[in-house]
Every structure is written in C-alpha cells, then in structure tokens.
C-alpha cells in the first residue's frame, strides 16, 4: 500500500474549513494508502484512519487564535523520506518546511489551494499598515513556494486562473469540494430544534457559522443587524453565531442586544437548522464549506461575492449576494428574506438541488485518490 504523508497547520481539535476537508477525506483514503499525518497538537484527539504525528506549539503566538506550531524539521524530514507523496494542506510552519523539504529532495508533493494567503493573511491582521506591509511579502512567498510544487490541487478553475495571473505555473487540477446532505439536512419541526439548544422558538434567526476573525467581517453583519432590528422594532430578530476566534471581536458581538455566541460546536447541525437565514459576510474565501453546508440544510443564504461562491450561488436563483464591507446593501437583502418566507423557502429547496448536485464528498475523495496515485512512480 502507497505511503501518504499529510502535512497541515490546522487540524482536530480545532474545527476549521481544512479540518472539516481532513475530517471527510481521510477515512475515504485509507482504504488505499497508508496515512501519516502531521499537523500541530492542539489538544486531545484521537485519529482513527491514520497515524498522528504532533508538533508542540508556541501558546503565546498565534494566528488568526491559532497557536502557531513549533516545527521539529528531523521528523518531518524523516517522514517525508518514507512517504510516496506528500499532501499538503497549509502554508504555515509545517506546510512551508514541507514543500521546501519535498523540492530540495524531488519528493512529490501536491498542494490544495483552501485559502488566497495573500488575501486572507493581510486581511486577518487588524492594523492597516501591517496589512499594507505583509500583503507583497505573503504574495511573493506564496507564489515561491507554489511555482515549487508538483500539483496544485484548485476548487474552481477561477482560482486556478487567479494563482496563473500571479505569476504561479505549477501543474494545476480542478478539485470540488463537497457535502453529505445525508449529515447536513433541512429540519422538520425548528420550534423543537430551537428549544434543544435552548433558543427562544420565536424569532427569526439569521445565522453565521464559521471563525470569528478579521477577514469574516462579522462586523459588518453586526452592523447589519443592528440595522435591522432598529427598524423592525415590532419584530422578533435574533443573530446566531456559532464558532470561535478572537476575544475583541467576540465581545463586540456580545455586548449587542439579541446576538447569541454559542462558541465551537462538534456538531454544528442543530444550530443550522435552528436558522432561518444564513449568512456569509466574508472578505475572501475559496470554497466555504459552511456556505455549501447550510445550503445542504435548506437555508437561503447571503453571501459576498468572492472565489468560488460567485459560480454555485445565481443571484435570485439559490442565494443572494451583497457587496463586501457594505451593511446597508446586507441589511436591505436580509430584510428582503424577513419580509418574504416564500421567498426564504423557495432559494432554500434550489440551495439543498446545487449541493445535491454539484457537491459530493465520494466525487471529491474520488477525484483525489485518483490525482495522488497517478503521481506516485
């Protein structure tokens, strides 16, 4: 059996957009390689479909409210040497040591693109001249240690075309994510999902899941909200927010009237279902599983117009957009949805058919097994 070494700075415990891709391909891939994975130790937590190699953490650094990992370069070295090919899934400490270590010793080594580094890196810092100051350097790194890859594996052929017109030109292969609809589904009776989780069965929830950081702009929903509840005083409305991330801006969000934070949840299906409009305030993303996924549980989302969102969301169609950085024009799209349940229903049921059809994890685990073989000498 063919050796697979996965290299990733972000990893269970911690719920995240690459954790969730790990969590689904994984058990999916060890039916046909032997998997090491090696990611940062972030707490308890037992890997089931492969072997777990831990790096310690430096506590009092982090990123984005993530403990950067400590790097011991002989195991990873020592690992790489065993692999038949590395998969790696970041660009931190672990993701950079590994693609130079794969160059310098001409392993294969395939990268999936879950994040613009350029984009998200400045954008989760909250000083404007750092963010001025990392956006070229990141954007150069980024493009050196791609253009030093054997693959890039890409969720859309416009981020493909993005990362060629930055200059990078590694072998790139279009790879979807997906979603189980059979864990992600429409609820049939909210009022009783609400009083589980202990929500008020009464208002209109609108939703986010997700980090709470710098580049969500959850600001901007907050905004938003706060809008709309000051014209709609008559009306019950309340703002959901599950996940975690940054104390400054989680208590921004709580000290408002009506916003409940409910933290990190394992599973995160119940509250989804508790929604009724789900949205995505985002500055830059790729995929977003969390987008695909409340559309697999019915909900109407509102979204920005960023990587791939804009191919599987048609405006009016099974979702809504509305400009980054504008809480006007979101609060003018979620009344819009508070004003009209048809409406709500009728972009939930066309949201549930595009990741039915479109979004598959066995395609996707398919898609990759297929890749990562035809590589291996």
């Not at 993530?66 to 040497?81: L, T």
């Not at 001249?129 to 693959?151: D, H």
Request: glycine share 4%; net charge positive.
């Amino acid at each position: 059996m063919k050796k697979l070494l996965i290299t990733t700075d972000l990893y269970l415990p911690k719920w995240d957009g690459v954790s969730r891709f790990l969590n689904e391909i994984v058990p999916r891939l060890k039916k046909n390689f032997d998997i090491i994975i090696i990611a940062p130790d972030f707490g308890e937590y037992k890997e089931k479909n492969a072997k777990l190699v831990r790096m310690p953490v430096i506590k009092r650094l982090k990123f984005v409210n993530y403990p950067v990992p400590r790097i011991n370069k002989k195991i990873i070295a020592r690992e790489i040497k065993k692999a038949d090919i590395v998969f790696n899934q970041t660009i931190g400490p672990i993701g950079y040591y590994a693609i130079k270590r794969c160059k310098r010793t001409k392993k294969p080594i395939v990268s999936f693109i879950h994040s613009i580094e350029w984009e998200l890196f400045p954008k989760a810092l909250s000083s404007n001249l750092l963010k001025k100051i990392a956006y070229p350097i990141v954007k150069r790194m980024t493009r050196k240690l791609y253009n030093g890859v054997s693959c890039l594996f890409v969720p859309s052929y416009h981020i493909a075309e993005a990362l060629m017109w930055q200059g990078i030109y590694s072998r790139m292969e279009i790879v979807h994510l997906g979603t189980d609809i059979k864990k992600f589904f429409p609820s049939k009776n909210r009022n009783k999902i609400r009083k589980e989780i202990n929500l008020n069965p009464k208002p209109i929830i609108i939703g986010y899941h997700g980090r709470i950081s710098e580049e969500k702009d959850l600001m901007t929903l907050l905004r938003a909200y706060m809008r709309i509840r000051s014209k709609n005083r008559e009306k019950e409305i309340n703002l959901l927010i599950v996940g975690d991330g940054l104390e400054k801006l989680k208590n921004k969000l709580k000290s408002k009237q009506g916003v409940f934070l409910v933290g990190k949840q394992d599973n995160v299906l119940p509250y989804l279902q508790a929604m009724d409009i789900y949205v995505l305030p985002s500055l830059t993303e790729t995929t977003s599983l969390s987008t695909l996924e409340a559309m697999s549980c019915e909900l109407p989302v509102i979204v920005t117009e960023v990587g791939f969102i804009k191919d599987y969301i048609e405006q009016g169609k099974n979702g809504l957009f509305f400009e980054k950085q504008n809480p006007f024009h979101l609060a003018k799209q979620i009344e819009l949805l508070i004003n009209n349940p048809s409406l709500r229903k009728e972009l939930g049921k066309k949201a549930r058919e595009t990741v039915k059809e479109k979004f598959n994890w066995d395609n996707t685990s398919s898609e990759i097994e297929m890749l990562l073989e035809s590589m291996v000498e």
